[in-house]
């Protein structure tokens, strides 16, 4: 059977640059999961003793809290500054771009449309930066609850495909005389979508690897199955199921912005184990 990887996959910029800061940040902890693969996590936490805590009460003064790449609220990012804990920023800069604009639209009167998951850490965070008067819409529909002023500023979650958001921004236009209009989807976002679109149009069995709570590899997994039924979401080779390969040909794989290299070379060779490739 041939096996194919997407011709973009796996860490982004983002992912790299915040492991590379916990790694450089020995015996501290993160404020909330680093980035969603829970492999990973435990890799940190064993080779470099990088723990992970929730509690924002954990952190005393001196200590080191090193900031999740999704980023956090606002007030709590003051709370550890007041409090007199080392805090090491580890928020993707592409999630803080869209922080900045919700809180410099915000001050400029504009109501902020945030289109995203308003249950995400990286939208929890956002929202938290402008003043007031802002919504989180996960549809074109929903904005029809919504009772908007004149001037709209609108941002998107930045693993969102961007078909669904110029929907959302279609539907803004048509409503109001004044909106202001932000790509915040990032490039990694963009190339993995586009790779494994083309990819699934080719093989009978697709595999997309990342964590079960990862937005950006649910939103692969999906146009994966757009264009090959067959297509399955795992964490690790322990998810694989020779069943899923019978009688197929062509494999293609492709993998979250959170999933490290190692756990892409496990899948792979258990594929090839598996079918005897």
């Not at 919504?135 to 078909?163: C, F, G, H, M, W």
Request: charged letters at 25%; proline letters at 3%.
């Amino acid at each position: 059977m041939k096996i194919e990887l997407a011709e973009s996959y796996g860490f982004c910029f983002g992912v790299k640059r915040a492991i590379k800061i916990a790694e450089e940040n020995r015996n501290s902890s993160t404020y909330g999961p680093l980035i969603h693969n829970a492999n990973e996590i435990d890799r940190l936490k064993n080779d470099f003793n990088v723990a992970l805590s929730e509690n924002l009460d954990s952190f005393r003064a001196g200590e080191t809290a090193v900031i999740r790449t999704h980023g956090i609220p606002k007030q709590e990012l003051s709370l550890l500054h007041e409090r007199h804990v080392n805090v090491v920023d580890a928020t993707c800069p592409y999630v803080t771009k869209p922080q900045q604009i919700c809180e410099e639209m915000s001050a400029q009167g504009y109501d902020i449309v945030i289109f995203g998951d308003e249950t995400h850490p990286e939208i929890k965070g956002v929202k938290s930066y402008a003043n007031d008067h802002v919504y989180v819409v996960n549809s074109p529909d929903e904005i029809n609850a919504l009772r908007l002023r004149d001037k709209v500023a609108t941002v998107a979650q930045t693993t969102r495909k961007i078909e669904e958001y110029q929907q959302i921004v279609g539907k803004l236009m048509a409503t109001h005389k004044e909106v202001r209009v932000f790509n915040t989807i990032c490039n990694a976002t963009f190339d993995n979508q586009d790779a494994v679109r083309t990819l699934a149009q080719k093989a009978d069995v697709m595999i997309v690897i990342g964590g079960k709570n990862s937005s950006n590899t649910k939103q692969l997994h999906s146009i994966s199955q757009e264009f090959c039924p067959e297509s399955y979401h795992i964490e690790s080779q322990d998810d694989l199921k020779a069943e899923w390969f019978e009688n197929k040909n062509f494999c293609g794989i492709s993998a979250g912005a959170s999933t490290p290299d190692w756990i892409i070379d496990d899948v792979v060779a258990k594929i090839k184990t598996l079918t005897n490739s």
